[in-house]
């Protein structure tokens, strides 16, 4: 998948990372991403998802630039939606301002979630005590915006459900890149927390994530691509997009014993009760 050189050799081919899934049967999500990470331009990215089924993205912020790019991407496309927020490795210092702005941001029509959001203990780049109060800070602005909120959850497992049941969770809730086990996700769904599932569910390594896909109910499920992060196999090591998403999702629809085109048909309508319809 290219885009052609010009007629007079002054435009040189810009090449794809990796070929074209196979289209998917029925439209789904790509419930997270990071369109201005992927070094390609937005409207090709966009082209490139539409042509294997990739029919609406939700492209995240992760600090007030990414945050403001992410709501400008969103409003110029029809196709995307954003969500803005401070990551957890980025919440020292985090001034009240700050976060007035992400609230400002998160009340914009085309901005339907505050994330990514949480706790990340796997890396100390900031204190916990600043990452707590940062997640609770942005629990309460998705509450009063009406916006979905978007969990970053790195090996922080049980402080992240604790938060979500002091603070009292947003009526929808999504557990980006969802990588605990399946006790948790008996636990998220009986929450109703939606839990997405990206690239990495393909990976060796990864049987306790696939576990908790195989108890994870269908009217729960999300799939993204973190892109341009956690590439699914066939093509992890190479940069991800969105036009990779059928990969993972033909690989859970396997781990579920599921037909391709009944799930592709939840993860649609799950992505449009978690964010809204377009």
């Given at each position: 998948m290219s885009r052609p050189a010009a007629e007079d050799g002054s435009a040189a081919p810009r090449a794809f990372p990796a070929p074209p899934a196979e289209r998917l049967p029925v439209d789904v999500f790509d419930s997270h991403c990071h369109l201005d990470l992927v070094e390609l331009p937005v409207a090709e990215q966009l082209a490139a998802a539409r042509s294997v089924g990739v029919a609406r993205i939700v492209t995240i912020g992760v600090d007030l630039p990414s945050s403001r790019l992410c709501a400008e991407t969103a409003a110029e496309h029809d196709d995307v939606y954003a969500g803005v927020a401070i990551h957890p490795n980025d919440t020292t210092g985090v001034t009240d301002a700050?976060?007035?702005?992400?609230?400002?941001?998160?009340?914009?029509?085309?901005?339907?979630?505050?994330?990514?959001?949480?706790?990340?203990?796997?890396?100390?780049?900031?204190?916990?005590?600043?990452?707590?109060?940062?997640?609770?800070?942005?629990?309460?602005?998705?509450?009063?915006?009406?916006?979905?909120?978007?969990?970053?959850?790195?090996?922080?497992?049980?402080?992240?459900?604790?938060?979500?049941?002091?603070?009292?969770?947003?009526?929808?809730?999504?557990?980006?890149?969802?990588?605990?086990?399946?006790?948790?996700?008996?636990?998220?769904?009986?929450?109703?927390?939606?839990?997405?599932?990206?690239?990495?569910?393909?990976?060796?390594?990864?049987?306790?994530?696939?576990?908790?896909?195989?108890?994870?109910?269908?009217d729960l499920l999300l799939v993204e691509t973190d892109a341009p992060f956690l590439t699914p196999i066939p093509h992890r090591g190479k940069p991800n997009a969105s036009y990779l998403i059928p990969h993972t999702v033909r690989f859970m629809a396997d781990v579920k014993g599921l037909d391709v085109a009944a799930l592709c048909a939840a993860i649609a309508a799950n992505g449009e009760r978690a964010f809204g319809t377009w």
């Open positions: 700050v976060l007035a702005e992400i609230e400002a941001l998160a009340a914009q029509p085309k901005v339907r979630a505050v994330g990514e959001t949480g706790l990340d203990y796997y890396r100390d780049w900031a204190p916990k005590d600043d990452q707590h109060r940062s997640f609770r800070a942005h629990i309460d602005i998705a509450k009063r915006t009406g916006t979905a909120l978007v969990i970053h959850d790195r090996d922080a497992h049980d402080d992240v459900l604790r938060v979500l049941a002091e603070e009292g969770a947003p009526e929808r809730t999504v557990f980006h890149c969802f990588s605990g086990d399946a006790a948790m996700a008996r636990v998220c769904a009986d929450n109703g927390y939606f839990m997405s599932f990206a690239g990495n569910v393909t990976f060796k390594n990864a049987e306790p994530v696939r576990e908790a896909l195989r108890v994870a109910p269908a």
